[in-house]
């Protein structure tokens, strides 16, 4: 979240993926990594990130608005 709030998106997406490599259903870790890849335009696999946060949690409305956004913008293709 740090990383995030200083703008740091590539630091905040690597200690995201590390997280991740330690607890797979992390959904925090999902919803910050989706974030930080989306500010680097790395747009189709923030996608991903998001939709895996709903598999673990189906009714998360961050990651629902997330998904929404980026398909509306036209950005996640």
Do not use: H
């Not at 690597?14 to 974030?35: F, I, M, P, S, Y």
């Not at 998360?60 to 509306?72: D, G, S």
């Amino acid at each position: 979240m740090a990383y995030l709030k200083l703008v740091d998106f590539k630091s905040a997406e690597t200690d995201c993926t590390q997280a991740l490599a330690l607890d797979k259903k992390n959904v925090k870790a999902l919803l910050r990594r989706g974030t930080a890849r989306a500010f680097m335009s790395m747009y189709k696999d923030a996608i991903a990130d998001f939709e895996s946060a709903l598999v673990l949690e189906p009714a998360n409305k961050q990651a629902k608005a997330e998904i929404k956004k980026l398909k509306q913008s036209g950005m996640a293709f």
